[in-house]
């Protein structure tokens, strides 16, 4: 199980880690109790700075994601997959909301709004069943 | 015991390390530029081409494993008695050149690995695109228990056999203590160096052995971890029994590191359709 960091993505190194992981623990493929590598681990084969993967673990960390337990290592948390679909939830909340009051500012009516949301639905629908 | 058993086990010792090692490493240039940066290598084949077809390296190590062997052999034959020679054993001149030999052969190793590095780390800038495995690497996964088991009772019963003797009486003083130290002082040192090697960041011999590249390097650090007791043996029968082992204890500490190269130079690679692999044909392409 592999992860890719691009140091040229306008998103920040530590920010790619941090959702790599969470993917993969909302996928399945990290189970609850699953050890991940040490951060020195992590950084060196990422050929990255050992703060970087220590403030994505840290990050996972506060999100109740993983568990560090001293010497023992770093785990991922048994309700780690409950808090990653939590996290993403209220991302998507949040992002729509923006949206929305972005779209309400342009003066655009709730109907025409969720007529947009609707297309948008639909298209993203037709893109998904297309093999 | 025979001259000639010295002089083939430093003989060993000189072709592993001035024909085999450089011959195994050099085939490596390529893979370590791709293995920074692949797209780096595909735009500048000339200068890969160049360090490709480059043979001074090996040249220089094989004419010092001539020059080694050559020294070694009259002194065997008695053609010289060696530049450090004098009243002192054949045996220990032989000892005493090898190392002499292997030395100063190993400061021109370094500063050509220097070189290297410091070239690649110039030129070739790292690639935008990483990866990392999300499995922790961890001792056991390369090295069996019965062999972990057997290495840390080994360490653990060759220290306590220096204080159990200490504290007998049988030897002691200020000299006792101090090689007492220094032995464990060793110990730890390659007991955290082993503990360490599974943490690396894989490089280009990882991606041309697999994990067979950190089992083997495992082995290498048990077979070094077993240099500071072989020593401390030494050491004790020196102070507690007054035998002079230097001898044996040497050709043993020599068939450890020679073990060690074998080891390395026994690996084979397991994707020949690997990356660093293909590097040459792309190159002829």
């Known amino acids: 199980m592999e992860i890719t960091v691009l140091t040229t993505s306008p998103e920040p190194v530590y920010e790619q880690i941090v959702r790599q992981i969470q993917d993969r623990i909302a996928a399945g493929e990290l189970k609850p109790g699953a050890p991940l590598p040490t951060v020195r681990q992590l950084a060196g084969d990422l050929q990255l700075n050992r703060n970087t993967v220590a403030r994505a673990y840290k990050q996972l960390e506060d999100r109740g994601v993983i568990l560090t337990a001293g010497r023992k290592g770093t785990f991922v948390r048994d309700n780690a997959s409950h808090e990653v679909e939590r996290i993403k939830s209220s991302r998507a909340e949040r992002s729509v909301r923006h949206l929305v009051a972005a779209l309400l500012g342009e003066g655009l009516s709730r109907a025409e709004i969720e007529t947009l949301f609707n297309d948008a639905l639909r298209v993203a629908r037709v893109k998904e069943s297309v093999p | ?285």
């Open chain 2, 1 to 285: 015991m025979s001259i000639w058993v010295d002089f083939l086990v430093y003989a060993l010792q000189v072709l592993l390390f001035w024909v085999f090692l450089p011959r195994q490493g050099h085939q490596f240039t390529l893979p370590m530029i791709a293995d920074r940066d692949p797209e780096w290598l595909a735009a500048h084949r000339d200068v890969a081409a160049r360090l490709d077809g480059s043979r001074w390296f090996l040249n220089t190590c094989r004419v010092w494993g001539a020059v080694s062997i050559a020294a070694l052999l009259a002194v065997a034959l008695d053609l010289t008695t060696g530049p450090l020679g004098g009243a002192a054993a054949k045996w220990e001149v032989l000892k005493d050149l090898n190392s002499v030999l292997l030395m100063i052969g190993s400061l021109v190793w370094c500063v050509f690995a220097v070189i290297w590095f410091r070239w690649l780390r110039t030129y070739v800038p790292l690639a935008n695109t990483r990866r990392a495995t999300l499995t922790p690497r961890v001792v056991s996964d390369y090295l069996s228990r019965p062999w972990r088991v057997a290495i840390e009772t080994l360490t653990v019963l060759h220290l306590c056999a220096w204080v159990v003797i200490g504290v007998l009486g049988w030897a002691g003083g200020a000299d006792y203590w101090s090689a007492f130290a220094f032995v464990t002082a060793m110990s730890v040192l390659f007991k955290v160096a082993a503990a360490l090697a599974p943490r690396r960041r894989p490089g280009y011999p990882d991606r041309l052995f697999g994990d067979n590249y950190r089992r083997a390097e495992q082995r290498v650090w048990c077979l070094f971890r077993l240099t500071p007791v072989i020593a401390g043996c030494m050491m004790i029968g020196e102070h507690a029994f007054g035998f002079d082992p230097d001898r044996v204890g040497h050709l043993l500490l020599v068939s450890v590191v020679n073990l060690a190269m074998l080891t390395l130079l026994g690996l084979r690679p397991v994707a020949p359709s690997a990356p660093s692999f293909s590097v040459r044909s792309q190159l002829s392409a």
